[in-house]
T-cell receptor
Framework: GAVVSQHPSRVICKSGTSVKIECRSLDFQATTMFWYRQFPKQSLMLMATSNEGSKATYEQGVEKDKFLINHASLTLSTLTVTSAHPEDSSFYIC????????????FGPGTRLLVL | EDKVVQSPLSLVVHEGDTVTLNCSYEVTNFRSLLWYKQEKKAPTFLFMLTSSGIEKKSGRLSSILDKKELFSILNITATQTGDSAVYLCAVSRGSEKLVFGKGTKLTVNP
C-alpha cells in the first residue's frame, strides 16, 4: 500500500520556539493532505486540509497563524507550530487520500511534540 | 453537526473471547465508513464499508454496515493479546475529510 512518512517522529522544544513537521507521500502524489491532532486518550481531530499550490483550509477553532501549513509539492506538506506553548503538546498525524474517491486515508507514523 | 459515536469506550477481555465493537453515526452526505486499529502510533487501515449488509472479513476480524440504522459493528473472534489497541471508526462525508469517533480501547489479557 501507499506509504506516508513524517519527520521528526518526536520533538521536544522550549516554549516560544517554532517547530516544523514534515509529511511526505513516498510512492504516490498527494494534491491534498490532512493534518490531525490527537491528545492523550482522545480521538483524532482534523486541524486542516493542506492543498498543493493553494492555501490550506482550517477547521473551526484552529488558528491559521499559529499552525502554518505549506504544501510545496505533490509529495510534501509541512506543518509549523509557531511560538509553541505547553498546551500545544500533542500527537500530530498527517494523512493522504489513497484512492481516487479519497475515502481511504494513509496515515503517517505521527510526530509527538512536547513543549516544555 | 456530524458525529460518530463508538461504544464501549473501553473493553477488557481474556484471550480467546469474541468482542463486538459498535459505531453509530450521523453525518451529511455519507460516503463510507472506515475502521482503523491504532496501537502506539498512527492508525492502520482495517476496513472500508460502503454498502449495507455486506460483511467484510479479514482473518479473525469482520465488519458490517447498516445504512438504514446508521451503524456498524466490528467483530473480533478468538482474541489475542496482539489485538490490544484502540479501534477507531471514521466516516467519510462526501469529501476526502474523515470524521472520527473517540475510539474503543480494547485490552486482551492472557
Amino acid at each position: 500500500g501507499a506509504v506516508v512518512s513524517q519527520h521528526p517522529s518526536r520533538v521536544i522544544c522550549k516554549s516560544g520556539t517554532s517547530v516544523k513537521i514534515e509529511c511526505r507521500s513516498l510512492d504516490f502524489q498527494a494534491t491534498t493532505m490532512f493534518w490531525y491532532r490527537q491528545f492523550p486518550k482522545q480521538s483524532l481531530m482534523l486541524m486542516a486540509t493542506s492543498n498543493e499550490g493553494s492555501k490550506a483550509t482550517y477547521e473551526q477553532g484552529v488558528e491559521k497563524d499559529k499552525f502554518l501549513i505549506n504544501h510545496a509539492s505533490l509529495t510534501l506538506s509541512t506543518l509549523t507550530v509557531t511560538s509553541a506553548h505547553p498546551e500545544d503538546s500533542s500527537f500530530y498525524i498527517c494523512s493522504a487520500p489513497g484512492t481516487v474517491l479519497g475515502e481511504t486515508q494513509y496515515f503517517g507514523p505521527g510526530t509527538r511534540l512536547l513543549v516544555l | 453537526e456530524d458525529k460518530v459515536v463508538q461504544s464501549p469506550l473501553s473493553l477488557v477481555v481474556h484471550e480467546g473471547d469474541t468482542v463486538t465493537l459498535n459505531c453509530s453515526y450521523e453525518v451529511t452526505n455519507f460516503r463510507s465508513l472506515l475502521w482503523y486499529k491504532q496501537e502506539k502510533k498512527a492508525p492502520t487501515f482495517l476496513f472500508m464499508l460502503t454498502s449495507s449488509g455486506i460483511e467484510k472479513k479479514s482473518g479473525r476480524l469482520s465488519s458490517i454496515l447498516d445504512k438504514k440504522e446508521l451503524f456498524s459493528i466490528l467483530n473480533i473472534t478468538a482474541t489475542q493479546t496482539g489485538d490490544s489497541a484502540v479501534y477507531l471508526c471514521a466516516v467519510s462525508r462526501g469529501s476526502e475529510k474523515l470524521v472520527f469517533g473517540k475510539g474503543t480501547k480494547l485490552t486482551v489479557n492472557p
